[in-house]
């Protein structure tokens, strides 16, 4: 499974951006995906996660509100939906295939990352 993160880029506080991952490859198989940030000198972190059949979602206590996580099937395309943003959302931001949990290492593949930074 291939995964293509876009839809980054540099915005006020306050603003608005959505991600997009589009899944290609053995997209037949059904996986649950999720979103994950990595700020510098930080570790990477648990943003949302989605399951793929039943549409359930997880979120990070500090995005709730202000994130949503969706899936359109037809496309393998899994968004990010992020409001409201802050300067401590700036990171760069993966999706992962393979898990609906919080853990990195419970995710099988990872896309390229895609840059957010708001500024204050």
């Known amino acids: 499974v291939q995964l293509q993160a876009s839809g980054g880029g540099l915005v006020q506080a306050g603003g608005s951006l959505r991600l997009s991952c589009a899944a290609s490859?053995?997209?037949?198989?059904?996986?649950?995906m999720g979103w994950f940030r990595q700020a510098p000198g930080k570790e990477r972190e648990f943003v949302a996660a989605?399951?793929?059949?039943?549409?359930?979602?997880n979120y990070k206590d500090s995005v709730k509100g202000r994130f949503t996580i969706s899936r359109e099937k037809a496309r393998n395309t899994v968004y990010l939906e992020m409001n409201s943003l802050k300067p401590e959302d700036t990171a760069v931001y993966y999706c992962?295939?393979?898990?609906?949990?919080?853990?990195?290492?419970?995710?099988?593949?990872w896309g390229q990352g895609t840059q957010v930074t708001v500024s204050s």
């Open positions: 992962a295939a393979g898990s609906s949990g919080t853990r990195p290492d419970g995710y099988d593949y």
């Open positions: 490859g053995r997209t037949g198989s059904v996986y649950p």
């Open positions: 989605i399951t793929w059949t039943g549409g359930a979602t």
